[in-house]
């Protein structure tokens, strides 16, 4: 089994930055991509950001150029870095493993971010 723990939530007024943090522990895997997704209250869950196994990435239209997703192979880590946040941003953010090719996703348990205007 995999565990995913996210952490760095918090309130932040619009225009400030935050940096969300997801360590895997548990079952390992070689190949495998990690991302964020995010739900706000209401709404469904989101697709943020990923970064694949082969380092490539992908981001939503709605947070190009004020978020960037890093991974760490060697700590089995992924951060998000937000800049800029907007109000819109609001959200419990969720980290995400997908396992390449099988498909086995795991999902960490949610970090909340709340951003004032």
């Known amino acids: 089994q995999v565990q995913l723990v996210e952490s760095g939530g918090g309130l932040v007024q619009a225009g400030g930055s935050l940096k969300l943090a997801c360590v895997a522990s548990?079952?390992?895997?070689?190949?495998?991509?990690m991302g964020w997704f995010r739900q706000a209250p209401g709404k469904e869950r989101e697709f943020v950001a990923r970064v694949n196994w082969d380092d490539s990435r992908a981001y939503a239209d709605s947070v190009k150029g004020r978020f960037t997703i890093s991974r760490d192979n060697a700590r089995n880590t992924v951060s998000l870095q937000m800049n800029n946040l907007e109000p819109e941003d609001t959200a419990a953010y969720y980290c995400?493993?997908?396992?390449?090719?099988?498909?086995?996703?795991?999902w960490g348990q949610g970090a909340q971010v709340t951003v004032s205007s």
């Open positions: 995400h493993l997908q396992v390449v090719p099988a498909a086995t996703e795991y």
């Open positions: 548990g079952r390992t895997f070689t190949i495998y991509n």
